[in-house]
């Protein structure tokens, strides 16, 4: 079992940045596929950036040039660097992690209970 504790979410003007974390208890971390997904009230659960074993990244449309996910493997952590944020980008942001040495599926089975974003225009 994977645990994943998401931190780092807050309210913000448009314009500014935030840095979500991911802190996961994964034994093998490097092995994960990781994407950060996000939920906006009434809205389905979209997924927002990955980024795979090989640390190759892909993002959503909506948030590319903006958002930045690294992965730190000698700290186990996540990261979501989000510059330019707009209204539109408020949400629950979560971190999933895919099991081990699987492709991204976008269907990841371990999830963090999620951290709130919240952008004022």
């Known amino acids: 079992q994977v645990q994943l504790v998401e931190s780092g979410g807050g309210s913000v003007q448009s314009g500014g940045s935030l840095r979500l974390s991911c802190q996961t208890s994964?034994?093998?971390?490097?092995?994960?596929?990781l994407t950060w997904f996000r939920q906006s009230p009434g809205k389905e659960r979209v997924g927002v950036a990955t980024i795979e074993i090989d640390e190759v990244t892909t993002y959503a449309g909506s948030v590319k040039g903006r958002f930045s996910i690294s992965r730190d493997n000698s700290k186990n952590t996540l990261y979501l660097q989000m510059n330019s944020l707009k209204p539109e980008d408020t949400a629950m942001y979560y971190c999933?992690?895919?099991?081990?040495?699987?492709?991204?599926?976008?269907?990841?089975?371990?999830w963090g209970q999620g951290t709130q974003v919240t952008v004022s225009s």
């Open positions: 994964a034994y093998s971390f490097q092995t994960h596929c």
């Open positions: 999933a992690a895919d099991r081990p040495f699987q492709h991204c599926s976008g269907s990841p089975p371990y």
